[in-house]
Protein backbone atom coordinates (compact mmCIF):
# COMPACT_ATOMS: atom_id res chain seq x y z
CA UNK A 1 0.00 0.00 0.00
CA UNK A 2 1.92 2.95 -1.19
CA UNK A 3 -1.00 5.99 -0.65
CA UNK A 4 -2.50 7.98 1.63
CA UNK A 5 -6.16 8.20 1.87
CA UNK A 6 -7.95 11.15 3.42
CA UNK A 7 -11.83 11.00 4.13
CA UNK A 8 -14.16 12.39 3.07
CA UNK A 9 -13.07 13.68 -0.31
CA UNK A 10 -15.61 16.69 0.32
CA UNK A 11 -17.70 17.80 3.25
CA UNK A 12 -20.12 21.16 3.65
CA UNK A 13 -20.40 21.89 7.66
CA UNK A 14 -21.97 24.89 9.57
CA UNK A 15 -20.64 27.25 11.36
CA UNK A 16 -21.72 25.46 14.61
CA UNK A 17 -21.18 21.97 13.65
CA UNK A 18 -18.35 19.71 14.43
CA UNK A 19 -16.31 17.15 12.09
CA UNK A 20 -13.30 15.27 11.63
CA UNK A 21 -11.07 14.84 8.69
CA UNK A 22 -9.26 11.30 8.13
CA UNK A 23 -6.20 10.32 7.11
CA UNK A 24 -4.64 7.19 6.91
CA UNK A 25 -1.45 5.34 5.79
CA UNK A 26 -0.15 1.88 5.80
CA UNK A 27 3.37 2.52 5.01
CA UNK A 28 5.48 2.35 8.14
CA UNK A 29 5.64 6.50 7.66
CA UNK A 30 6.28 7.61 11.26
CA UNK A 31 5.34 11.74 10.30
CA UNK A 32 2.43 12.79 9.06
CA UNK A 33 1.52 16.27 8.44
CA UNK A 34 -2.17 18.50 7.58
CA UNK A 35 -1.74 21.34 5.00
CA UNK A 36 -4.30 23.50 4.15
CA UNK A 37 -4.36 24.68 0.34
CA UNK A 38 -6.72 27.61 -0.80
CA UNK A 39 -7.70 28.25 -4.62
CA UNK A 40 -4.18 29.39 -6.24
CA UNK A 41 -2.15 29.23 -3.56
CA UNK A 42 0.27 27.22 -2.08
CA UNK A 43 -0.16 24.33 0.43
CA UNK A 44 0.76 26.16 3.92
CA UNK A 45 1.42 23.76 6.70
CA UNK A 46 -0.35 23.42 9.53
CA UNK A 47 0.91 20.25 11.39
CA UNK A 48 3.09 17.59 12.12
CA UNK A 49 3.60 14.81 14.16
CA UNK A 50 6.67 12.79 14.46
CA UNK A 51 6.50 9.34 16.32
CA UNK A 52 2.54 10.47 17.26
CA UNK A 53 3.77 13.09 19.28
CA UNK A 54 2.79 16.93 17.93
CA UNK A 55 5.97 18.14 16.76
CA UNK A 56 4.78 21.73 15.07
CA UNK A 57 1.74 23.73 15.32
CA UNK A 58 2.05 26.46 12.59
CA UNK A 59 0.02 28.83 15.16
CA UNK A 60 -2.75 27.29 14.00
CA UNK A 61 -6.20 28.26 15.69
CA UNK A 62 -7.80 26.48 18.12
CA UNK A 63 -10.57 25.41 16.05
CA UNK A 64 -8.67 23.38 14.57
CA UNK A 65 -7.03 20.39 16.74
CA UNK A 66 -5.33 17.48 15.03
CA UNK A 67 -4.90 14.26 16.70
CA UNK A 68 -2.76 11.08 16.11
CA UNK A 69 -4.47 8.36 17.18
CA UNK A 70 -1.68 5.97 16.21
CA UNK A 71 0.80 5.43 13.86
CA UNK A 72 -1.49 4.84 10.81
CA UNK A 73 -3.54 7.26 11.31
CA UNK A 74 -4.43 11.15 11.56
CA UNK A 75 -7.71 13.52 12.45
CA UNK A 76 -8.26 16.69 11.81
CA UNK A 77 -11.23 17.89 14.36
CA UNK A 78 -13.20 20.73 13.43
CA UNK A 79 -15.29 23.33 15.76
CA UNK A 80 -16.79 26.47 15.01
CA UNK A 81 -15.10 27.15 11.92
CA UNK A 82 -15.30 30.06 9.83
CA UNK A 83 -16.47 30.20 5.70
CA UNK A 84 -12.93 31.63 5.20
CA UNK A 85 -11.54 28.18 6.57
CA UNK A 86 -12.70 26.59 3.50
CA UNK A 87 -10.11 25.20 1.62
CA UNK A 88 -8.33 22.00 0.77
CA UNK A 89 -6.94 19.90 3.42
CA UNK A 90 -4.16 17.69 2.54
CA UNK A 91 -2.65 15.30 4.43
CA UNK A 92 0.62 14.35 3.90
CA UNK A 93 3.29 11.62 5.21
CA UNK A 94 6.95 11.01 5.11
CA UNK A 95 9.51 8.54 6.01
CA UNK A 96 10.86 9.73 9.65
CA UNK A 97 11.68 13.42 10.18
CA UNK A 98 13.45 13.26 6.82
CA UNK A 99 11.12 13.90 3.74
CA UNK A 100 14.04 15.20 1.87
CA UNK A 101 15.32 11.63 -0.54
CA UNK A 102 11.58 10.44 -0.34
CA UNK A 103 9.70 13.58 -0.54
CA UNK A 104 6.11 13.58 1.11
CA UNK A 105 3.51 11.25 0.06
CA UNK A 106 0.69 12.88 -0.06
CA UNK A 107 -3.64 12.01 0.01
CA UNK A 108 -6.07 13.39 -2.26
CA UNK A 109 -7.26 15.87 -0.13
CA UNK A 110 -10.65 17.06 2.09
CA UNK A 111 -12.40 19.80 -0.03
CA UNK A 112 -14.22 21.70 2.94
CA UNK A 113 -17.00 24.02 2.66
CA UNK A 114 -17.97 26.79 5.56
CA UNK A 115 -21.47 27.86 5.22
CA UNK B 1 5.58 36.99 2.28
CA UNK B 2 5.90 33.99 -0.02
CA UNK B 3 9.75 32.41 0.40
CA UNK B 4 9.10 30.42 -2.64
CA UNK B 5 8.17 31.74 -6.02
CA UNK B 6 6.92 30.25 -9.24
CA UNK B 7 6.25 33.39 -11.45
CA UNK B 8 4.43 31.23 -14.16
CA UNK B 9 1.37 30.51 -13.46
CA UNK B 10 1.17 28.37 -16.61
CA UNK B 11 2.88 26.80 -19.68
CA UNK B 12 1.82 25.90 -23.09
CA UNK B 13 4.79 23.31 -25.01
CA UNK B 14 4.38 21.33 -27.75
CA UNK B 15 4.56 17.32 -27.29
CA UNK B 16 8.04 16.29 -28.23
CA UNK B 17 9.63 19.77 -26.91
CA UNK B 18 11.43 20.65 -23.79
CA UNK B 19 9.63 21.90 -20.65
CA UNK B 20 11.17 24.28 -18.37
CA UNK B 21 9.51 25.50 -14.74
CA UNK B 22 11.03 27.76 -12.75
CA UNK B 23 11.24 28.82 -8.96
CA UNK B 24 13.34 31.01 -7.03
CA UNK B 25 13.35 31.12 -3.66
CA UNK B 26 14.14 34.60 -0.99
CA UNK B 27 15.59 32.58 2.22
CA UNK B 28 19.44 31.49 1.60
CA UNK B 29 19.08 29.22 4.20
CA UNK B 30 17.61 27.08 2.55
CA UNK B 31 19.14 23.65 1.09
CA UNK B 32 16.64 21.25 -0.04
CA UNK B 33 14.19 21.27 -2.57
CA UNK B 34 11.32 19.17 -4.04
CA UNK B 35 9.27 19.44 -7.03
CA UNK B 36 5.66 17.94 -6.93
CA UNK B 37 3.17 17.47 -9.44
CA UNK B 38 -0.70 17.57 -8.88
CA UNK B 39 -3.61 16.22 -11.11
CA UNK B 40 -6.50 17.70 -11.02
CA UNK B 41 -8.91 15.80 -7.60
CA UNK B 42 -5.46 14.66 -6.61
CA UNK B 43 -2.81 14.85 -3.87
CA UNK B 44 0.71 16.19 -5.14
CA UNK B 45 2.78 13.79 -6.34
CA UNK B 46 6.55 13.56 -5.47
CA UNK B 47 8.68 13.95 -8.89
CA UNK B 48 11.98 14.31 -7.87
CA UNK B 49 14.37 16.47 -5.35
CA UNK B 50 17.94 18.03 -5.54
CA UNK B 51 20.20 19.36 -2.53
CA UNK B 52 22.23 22.34 -2.18
CA UNK B 53 25.57 20.53 -2.48
CA UNK B 54 24.57 19.83 -6.16
CA UNK B 55 23.64 21.72 -9.19
CA UNK B 56 21.76 18.92 -11.06
CA UNK B 57 19.64 15.73 -10.36
CA UNK B 58 18.38 13.96 -13.39
CA UNK B 59 16.14 10.90 -12.91
CA UNK B 60 14.16 9.46 -16.32
CA UNK B 61 12.81 12.35 -18.02
CA UNK B 62 12.97 14.74 -15.36
CA UNK B 63 15.79 16.79 -14.50
CA UNK B 64 16.06 19.79 -11.82
CA UNK B 65 18.80 22.50 -11.65
CA UNK B 66 20.16 24.64 -8.92
CA UNK B 67 21.54 27.81 -9.19
CA UNK B 68 22.12 28.61 -5.22
CA UNK B 69 23.97 31.64 -6.11
CA UNK B 70 20.76 32.95 -7.88
CA UNK B 71 18.39 31.28 -5.29
CA UNK B 72 17.10 29.57 -8.32
CA UNK B 73 15.82 26.11 -9.42
CA UNK B 74 14.05 25.17 -12.81
CA UNK B 75 12.59 21.48 -13.85
CA UNK B 76 13.07 20.47 -17.23
CA UNK B 77 11.14 17.97 -18.48
CA UNK B 78 12.48 16.32 -21.93
CA UNK B 79 10.70 15.20 -24.20
CA UNK B 80 7.09 16.59 -23.20
CA UNK B 81 3.87 14.24 -23.24
CA UNK B 82 0.51 14.69 -23.18
CA UNK B 83 0.33 13.17 -19.74
CA UNK B 84 2.80 15.34 -18.12
CA UNK B 85 0.10 18.18 -18.22
CA UNK B 86 -0.55 19.01 -14.60
CA UNK B 87 0.58 21.55 -12.16
CA UNK B 88 3.68 21.32 -10.86
CA UNK B 89 4.71 22.78 -7.30
CA UNK B 90 8.60 23.46 -6.10
CA UNK B 91 9.05 23.63 -2.32
CA UNK B 92 12.53 23.99 -0.28
CA UNK B 93 13.16 23.65 3.51
CA UNK B 94 16.38 24.10 5.38
CA UNK B 95 17.98 22.09 7.96
CA UNK B 96 14.05 21.12 9.51
CA UNK B 97 13.05 18.78 6.72
CA UNK B 98 9.60 18.68 8.60
CA UNK B 99 8.95 21.90 7.35
CA UNK B 100 8.88 22.82 3.48
CA UNK B 101 7.72 25.89 1.77
CA UNK B 102 5.50 25.56 -1.34
CA UNK B 103 5.27 28.09 -4.59
CA UNK B 104 1.85 28.70 -6.20
CA UNK B 105 2.29 26.01 -8.88
CA UNK B 106 3.20 26.63 -12.67
CA UNK B 107 0.37 24.42 -14.47
CA UNK B 108 1.77 22.67 -17.52
CA UNK B 109 -0.36 22.06 -20.96
CA UNK B 110 1.60 19.80 -22.97
CA UNK B 111 0.05 19.67 -26.22
CA UNK B 112 -0.32 16.68 -28.65
Known amino acids: DTEVTQTPKHLVMGMTNKKSLKCEQHMGHRAMYWYKQKAKKPPELMFVYSYEKLSINESVPSRFSPECPNSSLLNLHLHALQPEDSALYLC??????????????FGSGTRLTVV | DQQVKQNSPSLSVQEGRISILNCDYT??????FLWYKKYPAEGPTFLIS?????DKNEDGRFTVFLNKSAKHLSLHIVPSQPGDSAVYFCAASGYNFNKFYFGSGTKLNVKP
Open chain 1, 92 to 105: ASSQGQGAFNYGYT
Open chain 2, 27 to 32: NSMFDY
Open chain 2, 50 to 54: ISSIK
